[in-house]
Structure formats: structure tokens, C-alpha cells
């Protein structure tokens, strides 16, 4: 059976069922019709073990972090330790692109799936108009008259689709661009704010652009902060759903991982902390962009941390990355390994199995780990959902209530913003050599001054630990590109660009797009 038909058999229960299950009456949940909901924002003293799921560097097949979490919920309920999923919205770029649906696979699913990858409770429609907003106010203002005098602008427009005619521009009146939403400032101070006072002060301190005189102005300077607000009101607060078992499961935000910051908003997480024993979450993309800044941005600006680190793999992209030989493609599994075991004491490799995959490259994968001395589980849950799953439900919960003294830095928050990009280009991806195009070096380095204590958020190809999404495995001694930057002012952080990362992708040859249809009243051909 295919996902979509697996997840069509699932008997669901009506959400404020679930919603019970975490304590919650129905007077608190926002009905988003029998099988979403609206939660309200919570985080009390009380909390859960984080447990965050990576993985190795994504291939075209997938690696299924999405499903492994989903899993390990259903997982953990069964054997009685009550847990709950905190995972991101997906964009409609990849539903229409080459990706698909971002709901898990087989037996381990949340739903309802195609509710969730479409339109869902409407936040990445309010994000994006959000955003488009403020761009209409920054031209309106310069149309009536520019009392401001702003000569730079800087905020870009937004879409969430895959639109590669949108990356340039021309307004008339100026040039301009979009970024697809997921990439967008709004999405990231979305995910970020820790309250709804704090999301108005980090929209507040948007850096809208520069002035004749070489001012800064920001979005309170244009008085369009409360009408930004008012668009995403309601979808601040977190998203409830469940899982094919009728677990819990909270989604909310979606920025990506190879140009945003890739994790779920502070306030589901922190939401899910105050409302479950085990919290599990994921992190897009590998290790090398979304664990690194769930770890270096999200955690370290909201004083939380992740109790167990898990790697998830599977046989199939592993091979893909030795082309073809598993013991070559292992080697990118060590990577990732060596990277998190820099920032944890419990690690854990979880293996997800398919029907292909056979004994004897299950042993070559478990001997390669035993000799990293790394503890692997092999997971059957895309396939049996949470059946026969004692034994990776208690050492999940055993490695989670371990001591962890581990929170490694890759980077002081006073040093030089030259000096973050070469420690986190040095000490996490391997590189030799750190290369600006034309005059970026010193336009990063007049940053300084103004933006010195900034996160950095570097955004490059998921595919490679390298900038060069040809690269495979785990290559050593190359060099790395910077190619542009953007100032996240409201968000905190200075998106880093390197080597051929766009921010506007473009649909595929043979798209996810052309498998969709609605037949029979049914939305079809959604992966």
C-alpha cells in the first residue's frame, strides 16, 4: 500500500481526544475541524527529555527523520512512557517540487496527511502575508512621498512555491526579489520569538533598509508592526495532530535547514516540554544544517538542550554515498557521528530497515559503528508501526535520562564574525580553505561593529558536507565559497551564503506536481 492509502485506513480519533491525553480540556484547544487544533502557548517549570533526531547527509531516497520520529512516539506510548512529536510544517515547494510531503512514511505517519502538507491551519499563508505586507508598506511609504528618504531596501518579497522566474525582479520603481517562505525573516523570527511580546519586538527590529543620509530604518520606523501582528495572531499558536496510533504530535513552523535555521518554532517545543515526559523533534536535513543550528541557534538563544542526540541512517543512502559501496558510504556516517559526539555524551544510530536491505549490510553497518563505539538500533517501524518495539523504547528513554555535561560551542558569541564562519567551516564541515567572492570579506568585516554578537546561520547545499552538492561521502581538504549575506536583524543572526545556494528554488523536470490530482472528491499523488 502506498502512504496515502495506509493513511487513509488509520481509524482517527477526534482531536480534543488527543488533546485529553495531554492534560488539555476542550474549552482550551481552537478546533481546526474534527482532526486539527490550535493549543494554547505553555511553558511552565515543568519539563520533558529533548530528544533531537538528525541524520546523515540526504540523498534522492530519503532518509525518513520525518518517520523515525513519528515512530519513536508511537514507539514510546506503546511501552508505556507517555511522549509527544514536535516537528515542522511542510512547505508547499517540496509537496509540488521533488520532495513531496514532509508526513512520514508507512506505518509511522501523522495525519491528517494531506491536510498537513497542503494548506494545513493556514500559518505559512499568514507567514507569507505577513511578509508581503511589510513589502507593501516599504513601497507605499516610498510612494507617498519617502519621509523616511529610503534609498536601500533591503526586505525581500516571499512565496511559498518553487518559482525560479521570482529570484529577480523589476518592481519599476526598484529591483527587488522573493525568497521562498520557509527561507523567509518572517518564518525565522516566527519560529523563534518566545512569546508574542517577543514577536513583536523581534518584528519591530526588522532592518528594513538604509536611508539617504545612511541610517537604518526598521519596520517600527514604518509603524506596520501591529498590522503584521495581527496577520499571525492566531497561527503563533502551536498546531495539534496525532499519529496513525492516535500519539500526539505538535507541528508548527517550517523554516529550511539549507537557507533558515531548519527546526520547529521555540514555543511548540517549549509547549511540549511543559505537556510530555519525552519530547522528540527533528532537525532538517543532516547533522552538518540542522543540528548544528537546532544546537547553535535555537538552544543557545532559549536556554534549552537536547538530553539525546539520534543519527538516523538508512542502507540505501549510505550505499548512494560510497556510490555504491556501503563501506565507502559509511564513511559519511562517521561525520556525522564525530560532529554530535561534540556536542553530546548520548548518541544513539538508528537504522532505518527496508525490504531490500540485507543481513549481511546490516552486520557490515553494525560492525562499522561497534568499532566507533556507538550504540545502534535497527528500526522496522516504517513497516510494523510501533509492534515489537520494547527494546528501542527502553534504550531511548535510558540514553535520554543520562547525564549529559556535554554542550559544546563551535563558536564564542564575542568573536569576530570572520572568525565564526572560518570556526564553524573549520571545525564542523572539515574545510581547508575559506574563500569571499569579489569584496565580501570586507563587507562581512564592516558588520562588525553593529552585528558582531550575531548568530551566524550558514546556509548551503544539504547534499554534502561540502558547499559542492556533487561531493559525496566524507571528503577531505577542500575549500568553501562565501557568496553573499543577509542581516536577519529581527531574528538575530547573519545568514551566511556559500557556494550555489539559492533561496528561490525552482520546480524539477519531473516535479512532484504532475502526480497530483483530486479524483473522486480525493486529493491523490501526494508522497
Not at 51 to 74: A, F, H, M, Q, R
Not at 182 to 207: G, H, Q
Amino acid at each position: 500500500m502506498t502512504d496515502y492509502e495506509i493513511s487513509k485506513k488509520a481509524k482517527l480519533i477526534p482531536i480534543k481526544d488527543v488533546a485529553k491525553k495531554l492534560n488539555l480540556k476542550e474549552d482550551d484547544i481552537d478546533l481546526y475541524g474534527k482532526y486539527m487544533a490550535k493549543i494554547p502557548i505553555k511553558d511552565t517549570k515543568k519539563k520533558g527529555k529533548l530528544i533531537l533526531v538528525t541524520s546523515t547527509n540526504p540523498t534522492p531516497y530519503g532518509e525518513g527523520k520525518t518517520t523515525l520520529v513519528v515512530g519513536l512516539v508511537d514507539a514510546l506510548n506503546k511501552n508505556s512512557y507517555k511522549a509527544i512529536a514536535a516537528l515542522r510544517e511542510p512547505s508547499l515547494g517540496p509537496v509540488f517540487g521533488t520532495k513531496g510531503g514532509a508526513t512520514g512514511g508507512g506505518k509511522t505517519q501523522v495525519a491528517p496527511m494531506n491536510n498537513i502538507n497542503l494548506h494545513f491551519t493556514g500559518d505559512f499563508h499568514a507567514i507569507t502575508s505577513a511578509n508581503n505586507l511589510i513589502s507593501a508598506i516599504i513601497d507605499n511609504h516610498i510612494y507617498q512621498g519617502n519621509s523616511l528618504k529610503i534609498k536601500e531596501v533591503y526586505f525581500e518579497r516571499c512565496l511559498d512555491v518553487n518559482d525560479r522566474a521570482l529570484r529577480e525582479i523589476d518592481l519599476g520603481s526598484r529591483k527587488d526579489k522573493f525568497t521562498i517562505t520557509a527561507a523567509s525573516e518572517i518564518m525565522a523570527i516566527f519560529t523563534l520569538a518566545k512569546s508574542f511580546a517577543d514577536l513583536r519586538l523581534k518584528l519591530d527590529n526588522i532592518l528594513i533598509g538604509k536611508s539617504e543620509t545612511g541610517q537604518n530604518i526598521y519596520l517600527k520606523d514604518l509603524k506596520g508592526t501591529g498590522a503584521v501582528l495581527a496577520l499571525l495572531k492566531d497561527a503563533f499558536k502551536p498546531n495539534l495532530v496525532q499519529t496513525l496510533e492516535n500519539n500526539p504530535a505538535i507541528i508548527h513552523g517550517g523554516p529550511f535547514a539549507n537557507i533558515a535555521h531548519g527546526c520547529n518554532s521555540v514555543v511548540a517545543t517549549k509547549t511540549a516540554l511543559s505537556l510530555a515526559p519525552y519530547v522528540i523533534t527533528e532537525a532538517g536535513f543532516g547533522s552538518d544544517m540542522g543540528a548544528v543550528k537546532f544546537l547553535d541557534i535555537k538552544c543557545a538563544l532559549n536556554d534549552i538542550y537536547p538530553d539525546l542526540i539520534i543519527i538516523n541512517a538508512t542502507i540505501r543512502s549510505l550505499k548512494y554515498h560510497g556510490k555504491g559501496n556501503l563501506l565507502k558510504g559509511l564513511e559519511n556516517l562517521h561525520f556525522h557521528i564525530q560532529n554530535m559526539q561534540k556536542f553530546t555524551d548520548n548518541l544513539l544510530v538508528i537504522l532505518n530497515k527496508f525490504q531490500d536491505d540485507t543481513k549481511e549490510e546490516i552486520k557490515i553497518f553494525e560492525d562499522y559503528c561497534k568499532k566507533l563505539k556507538v550504540k545502534t538500533l535497527i528500526s522496522n517501524m516504517y513497516k510494523n508501526g510501533s509492534k515489537n518495539t520494547k527494546e528501542i523504547a527502553d534504550t531511548v528513554v535510558q540514553y535520554a535520562n543520562r547525564k549529559n555535561k556535554k554542550r559544546y560551542e563551535i563558536y564564542n558569541i564575542n568573536d569576530k564574525i570572520l572568525t565564526k564562519i572560518e570556526k564553524f567551516c573549520h571545525d564542523i564541515y572539515g574545510a581547508k580553505e575559506i574563500l569571499y567572492q569579489g569584496n565580501l570579506k570586507e563587507e562581512i568585516k564592516n558588520l562588525q561593529e553593529k552585528y558582531g554578537n550575531y548568530k551566524i546561520c550558514i546556509s548551503k547545499t544539504p547534499a554534502s558536507i561540502t558547499d559542492n552538492k556533487d561531493i559525496l561521502g566524507y571528503p577531505k581538504d577542500f575549500t568553501m565559497t562565501v557568496t553573499g549575506y543577509k542581516i536577519n536583524n529581527g531574528a538575530g543572526f547573519i545568514t551566511i551564503l556559500m557556494g550555489g545556494v539559492i533561496r528561490m528554488p525552482g520546480l524539477s523536470k519531473e516535479a512532484n506536481y504532475l502526480n497530483i490530482d483530486v479524483k473522486n472528491d480525493e486529493i491523490i499523488g501526494i508522497f
